[in-house]
């Protein structure tokens, strides 16, 4: 009967739970350290990438990324819908992240599959739009590490390693839009330049976007609990 518990489920779940908050506390007490300081220029990455795409979806094109060693990040893509390339950003991390939970929760093979697909596509953005040598020597060195992992790691790590990658992607766009938009709203940030092109305060959007990110978290989160 579909109705029925496996057995063993409470369990499992205690395990998903003790497993979630270990990982989240290690992230927070390791979030300005540098065994983090790669997953966050990962998911600037994302984040860059995340306009350019929009852009050229919308009729555009992407001239260049830039990606720098304080965690900034800019993308010149002139053309297509400003207001949608704008709001790609923070959210196109989120859904970056999600994607990749759901891949990594799929089986260890597709894990092995997401791993790979990522280290090409960071590749392949390194080489055709990134020009400073700090973005260059990240997306090289990166990009290589998750084609060895792909490659190498057993089907439970490639699973780990892109969950994590997964998580980080979320939990970093909503502190992002925290910290840029909420806390700071004076900064030029997509929100602020959303409401010089709109004229709805930057507040509104920053608002409206962390509370679809924290949406999309919950969902995801109880998504994996109730899988297990």
């Known amino acids: 009967m579909s109705g029925k518990k496996r057995p063993g489920g409470g369990r499992r779940r205690l395990r ?10 290690a992230l927070w007490l390791l979030w300005d350290t540098t065994a983090i300081y790669p997953l966050k220029i990962f998911v600037v ?14 009729g555009g094109s992407i001239q260049e990324i830039v990606i720098t060693s304080d965690q900034g990040g800019a993308c010149y893509c002139p053309s297509g819908s400003p207001f949608l390339t704008l709001s790609a950003g ?7 992240g999600a994607l990749l939970l759901v891949v990594a929760g799929a089986s260890e093979r597709w894990a092995r599959i997401g791993l790979a697909a990522v280290g090409a596509m960071v590749m392949a953005v390194g080489i055709l739009f990134v020009r400073t040598s700090f973005g260059l020597a990240f ?14 790691l057993p089907g439970y ?11 980080t992607s979320c939990l970093y766009a909503i ?3 925290k910290s840029d938009v ?17 004229r709805i305060p930057t507040l509104i959007w920053g ?22």
């Open 16 to 25: 998903f739970l003790a497993g979630f908050a270990a990982y989240f506390l």
């Open 45 to 58: 990455l994302l984040h860059e990438v995340s306009h350019g795409l929009m852009a050229v979806a919308t």
């Open 90 to 96: 923070y959210l196109g991390s989120l859904a970056w």
């Open 139 to 152: 997306a090289a060195l990166f990009s290589v590490g998750l084609l060895a992992g792909a490659r190498y």
């Open 157 to 167: 790590a490639s699973r780990a390693l892109l969950t994590t990658l997964g998580l």
């Open 175 to 177: 502190l992002d839009i």
């Open 182 to 198: 909420l806390d700071r709203p004076h900064l030029e940030s997509d929100a602020r330049l959303l409401a010089e092109l709109t």
């Open 207 to 228: 608002v409206l976007w962390i509370g679809i990110a924290l949406t999309v978290s919950w969902w995801l989160l109880s998504r994996a609990y109730r899988r297990t």
